[in-house]
């Protein structure tokens, strides 16, 4: 059984479709990437399985549990977690209450998680008590993404987590993506980079205007002409 499944997923903004029939999978263990231009529907996608969406028709499963429906609050409390496009951390509060209000879904907040956080993200806790507003581009990324991993999901979302960084950090970024995941948690990861997102997934699919059009093995999307063309910049 997939760890998250969408079946025949048809999402609307009003009278607007933005998701036209979405059918995927993400397996426990993966790290699947979903990639396509603006306005393609890939934070519509991500929104749709964390339920601030819910699907006109079709059904989004995770565990062979049907969670599309579900208010987002319930669907973190089952273990997906979703650091947001523009990354929305709360400005105000500083690095740690920011962590802690990841951990929404728990009792309380555990130090280990803390811990783990900190050990993927040490410039975190360099900053732990500064209002995360205040912080640069990059560390509000990462504070986004720790705050994410604060719930302990099964299943992380993530919305772009390389938009706006400096080469360098985009590189850190994405060697922690893939810390997380030998760590065990599974991931959807949406990017517009996608030579560095389909570096490190396992598998990927193309959305192209509420539609999938590609699915396949990461390598092979790295080598289909299609994708060479329309989103590795190659003529
Ligand atoms: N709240 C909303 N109200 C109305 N239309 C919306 C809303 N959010 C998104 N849309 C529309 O739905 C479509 C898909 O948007 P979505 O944000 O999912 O795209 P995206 O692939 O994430 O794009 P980007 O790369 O720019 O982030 C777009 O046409 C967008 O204008
Ligand atoms: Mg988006």
Redesign the pocket.
């Given at each position: 059984m997939p760890m998250l499944e969408l079946n025949d997923v048809n999402s609307y903004?009003?009278n607007?479709q933005?998701l036209k029939g979405i059918t995927l999978s993400v397996d426990q263990g993966e790290i699947v990437c979903l990639i396509?231009?603006?306005?393609?529907?890939?934070?519509?996608?991500l929104?749709t399985i964390s339920g601030l969406v819910h699907p006109r028709t079709g059904t989004v499963t995770l565990e062979g549990k049907v969670i599309s429906g579900m208010p987002a609050h319930e669907v973190a409390g089952l273990g997906v977690a979703q650091s947001p496009?523009g990354r929305r951390i709360f400005p105000r509060m500083t690095v740690l209450e920011n962590l802690e209000m990841g951990a929404f879904t728990r009792p309380a907040p555990d130090p280990a998680d803390l811990d783990r956080v900190f050990e993927l993200f040490p410039r975190l806790k360099e900053r732990i008590n500064q209002k995360a507003g205040t912080m640069s581009g990059g560390e509000q990324q990462m504070l986004a993404m720790g705050r994410a991993l604060m719930a302990r999901p099964k299943v992380l979302l993530l919305?772009?987590p390389s938009m706006g960084l400096a080469p360098m950090l985009v590189d850190v970024i994405f060697g922690i993506i893939r810390d997380i995941n030998a760590q065990g948690t599974t991931v959807l990861l949406?990017e517009?980079n996608a030579l560095q997102a389909l570096s490190i997934a396992n598998r990927g699919y193309v959305?192209q205007t509420?539609k999938l059009v590609l699915a396949d093995d990461a390598k092979s999307l790295l080598k289909n002409d299609m994708v060479r063309k329309a989103y590795l910049g190659e003529e």
């Open positions: 903004y009003g607007i933005a396509g231009s603006n306005g393609a529907g890939k934070s519509t996608t929104k496009e919305d772009e949406v517009q959305i509420g």
